[in-house]
């Protein structure tokens, strides 16, 4: 008995698919790079001492990083594998029935297709686990960046300089 194989995008198909996903990730790129990456250099020295929505934005920042992060990337596995791995676990066939694949892939059937399509599930579930361990690391580092935080320093570093002759303001 031979092997059956998945059908395959055509040569036009596959330039066109891979240059549309390369521009996408050169866009983002870009955005991250000369936009965001800027704006989070500015931002993150100041963090300790600056507050968004009342909560102090190295608190913000740390909760982004060890718990966004990983959610963040869950949700993306999500939303571009979850159509694929429903219908493959549906039909039992990995690929599932009118998916083309890039390359030469054989059609795997049963529980075999069972486990490749809950393969994103797995990672997920890891990132998902990751994000939980995360909010008790950034509460532990939230609490000792806000003890060691002396914003009131920076403050006074900051206030002009008064000669002897120069009165406060009053308020």
């Known amino acids: 008995m031979e092997p059956e194989f998945a059908p395959r995008y055509s040569p036009e198909e596959r330039r066109r698919r891979l240059l549309l996903h390369g521009v996408i990730c050169v866009l983002l790129f870009a955005a991250l790079y000369w936009w965001a990456l800027p704006r989070f250099r500015s931002f993150v020295p100041d963090a300790p001492c600056e507050a968004v929505f009342g909560v102090p934005a190295s608190t913000v920042l740390l909760y982004a990083a060890l718990v966004g992060a990983p959610i963040a990337g869950a949700i993306l596995l999500v939303v571009l594998?979850?159509?694929?791995?429903?219908?493959?676990?549906?039909?039992?066939?990995?690929?599932?029935?009118?998916?083309?694949?890039?390359g030469r892939v054989k059609v795997k059937r049963g529980w075999q297709a069972v486990a490749f399509a809950l393969m994103p599930a797995m990672v997920i579930t890891y990132l998902c686990v990751l994000s939980g361990q995360g909010i008790r690391t950034a509460a532990q580092m939230a609490r000792e960046?806000?003890?060691?935080?002396?914003?009131?320093?920076?403050?006074?570093?900051?206030?002009?300089?008064?000669?002897?002759?120069?009165?406060?303001?009053?308020?």
């Open 145 to 171: 960046i806000d003890r060691s935080a002396d914003c009131a320093a920076d403050r006074n570093k900051q206030a002009p300089q008064r000669g002897p002759h120069q009165q406060r303001p009053t308020r």
């Open 81 to 102: 594998t979850a159509r694929t791995s429903i219908h493959a676990i549906a039909t039992r066939r990995y690929p599932p029935p009118g998916h083309k694949v890039f």
